[in-house]
């Protein structure tokens, strides 16, 4: 058995789950989302014991796979609805800076235009302050995206550190050109 997908995912008040077919949708405070898992594979809503189980028929590779893929995006989530995910990014660099222009974030890093991205639905972007972006919402994996969509745009260079790096992110840092004396 999978050591992830075997482990139930447990429900906390205030979550509505809707298991319809193979598809699933979970409603809590911080928003709804919905996914379509394989249909092979069994998924039980146990609604006197708050869970959700997640088996599958048999033990070929792709069901292994699959299994405990399908338990994670479940628990995510749920923990997504209920409490949120986020990513911080900071701007390293002289003159660097973001800011909200309406419901869009722009940039200044660099090039001779500012670059303005449009912020997904179900995400909500904060700039505290010009070098920090905070980027929350309840799915995951567009959360994940749109930060490094963002990160994207200019990554973190080798030789002065400039750039926009996860908060945290270590930039391994190189030398430069050294000038040799004589000859």
Do not use: W
Not at 6 to 16: E, F, N
């Amino acid at each position: 058995m999978s050591r992830v997908g075997k482990q139930p995912v447990t429900i906390p008040q205030g979550v509505k789950i809707d298991l319809k077919g193979n598809q699933i949708k979970v409603e809590g405070k911080g928003g709804r989302l919905e996914f379509a898992f394989h249909p092979e594979l069994k998924v039980e809503h146990d609604e006197s014991g708050g869970v959700i189980r997640v088996d599958r028929p048999n033990n070929e590779r792709q069901m292994r796979a699959l299994h405990g893929l399908t338990q994670r995006l479940i628990s995510n989530m749920v923990t997504g609805v209920t409490t949120g995910f986020e990513k911080r990014l900071e701007i390293v660099g002289v003159g660097y800076q973001a800011r909200m222009q309406g419901k869009d974030l722009e940039l200044q890093i660099g090039f001779c235009h500012p670059v303005r991205m449009k912020v997904p639905e179900g995400l909500v972007i904060e700039v505290p302050d010009p070098t920090h972006i905070v980027v929350r919402g309840a799915d995951k994996q567009l959360v994940g995206q749109f930060a490094a969509n963002i990160r994207r745009i200019r990554p973190p260079e080798p030789y002065k550190g400039k750039g926009i790096r996860y908060q945290g992110e270590q930039v391994r840092r190189k030398a430069g050109k050294a000038f040799a004396s004589g000859g």
